[in-house]
């Protein structure tokens, strides 16, 4: 009957756009990766599996180094270019779906499965891809610089999400300070 079928029209196209809204709540605007609230998602879940003692992953922070000069000097478009640019970076490296944005410089990778046991591989070709964006804009008056923390699950000592996660920002933040002094740039 046409009203039947109206009415299955109408709940898929109903359906379809709650699927899109939802997905969108857990997208980043500027970047198209996960956000924040998506990671908060995966820590229930990552909790969950803690309980259970099925857990088995690393959290990998990262923190764009300068984005507070870079917009000062160059402008906020330039600003939202390093993000962009750097959400790629991140992105050709670790697996999309385990890519979160959690604040405005700041993003935060879930490593699980087979790429828990390589999270070692993952760093270096961070610094590769790293590298490459350097050598691609030589001539550009700002670079991309990433700090990076790793940290490991271990169910010895780790009763949460949040604990691995402190671990990682503790290690990306001494990463951070190191890359400060070396390249003699001051923090703002």
């Known amino acids: 009957s046409e009203r039947l079928d109206q009415f299955i029209t109408d709940i898929i196209k109903i359906t379809k756009e709650k699927e899109h809204y939802e997905s969108e709540a857990y997208t980043d605007?500027?970047?198209?990766?996960?956000?924040?609230?998506?990671?908060?998602?995966?820590?229930?879940?990552?909790?969950?599996?803690?309980?259970?003692?099925?857990?088995?992953?690393?959290?990998?922070?990262?923190?764009?180094?300068?984005?507070?000069?870079?917009?000062?000097?160059f402008g906020h478009t330039a600003g939202d270019d390093s993000i962009i640019e750097s959400a790629a970076i991140i992105c050709r490296v670790f697996p999309l779906s385990h890519v979160y944005r959690i604040g405005g410089d700041e993003f935060c990778v879930i490593l699980l499965g087979h790429e828990y046991d390589i999270q070692d591989e993952f760093i270096e070709k961070l610094n590769d891809e790293i590298d490459k964006s350097i050598s691609a804009h030589s001539g550009r008056q700002w670079q991309i610089s990433i700090a990076c923390g790793i940290s490991r699950f271990d169910p010895d000592t780790d009763l949460s999400f949040r604990a691995v996660y402190e671990k990682a920002d503790r290690i990306m933040y001494n990463k951070k300070e190191e890359m400060y002094k070396e390249s003699g740039i001051k923090r703002r």
């Open 29 to 73: 605007a500027l970047t198209r990766v996960k956000n924040k609230a998506a990671l908060e998602v995966e820590e229930k879940s990552l909790n969950h599996q803690i309980e259970q003692k099925t857990a088995r992953f690393s959290i990998v922070l990262l923190d764009i180094n300068g984005l507070k000069y870079i917009n000062d000097t």
